[in-house]
């Protein structure tokens, strides 16, 4: 038997999240506001030390395009959110446009849909137009 050895050695948790055994383990670091996936890191437990806060040993799998990767509010998985990030939105209670800047479910008071002029209200589908109101706006008489 060797006196050295070029493998590196791999911590192992406990069901108690504490490491059994010494060594080097991959973790999956969240934000721990939005607990959206951030990075990846190699970490060194001594024995009987957890995870670093916010960090996770199971490996995620990537999101597809149009998604973010979260952890699940039990912790205890991975899940994907819906990302609309720097996309338009607009209110469909003032038509007013805005970027949208945090990933989930679209509020119910946004709609992707650009509305064609000024006189459009929202019906809850889509937009229309309102022809009394934009008549007398533009002093045309049906």
């Known amino acids: 038997m060797s006196n050295y050895s070029t493998d590196i050695e ?7 999240g504490l ?4 060594g080097w383990t991959t973790v999956y670091h969240v934000d721990q506001s939005k607990g959206e996936y951030q990075s990846a890191s190699m970490e060194y437990l001594i024995l009987g030390v ?21 952890r699940a509010a039990d912790v205890k998985s ?44 929202w019906d809850g589908k889509k937009w229309v137009t309102d022809c009394i109101f934009a008549c007398e706006r533009s002093s045309i008489r049906i």
């Open 50 to 70: 957890g995870l670093p806060a916010h960090s996770y040993p199971d490996k995620p799998e990537l999101p597809p395009a149009g998604k973010a990767l979260c």
């Open 78 to 121: 991975w899940e994907f959110s819906p990302d609309h990030r720097g996309q338009t939105v607009y209110s469909t209670e003032t038509r007013q446009e805005q970027t949208v800047t945090q990933f989930g479910e679209l509020p119910d008071n946004v709609t992707q849909l650009k509305p064609e002029s000024v006189f459009d209200t």
């Open 19 to 22: 490491s059994e055994k010494a």
């Open 10 to 16: 791999t911590a192992k948790l406990g069901e108690d």
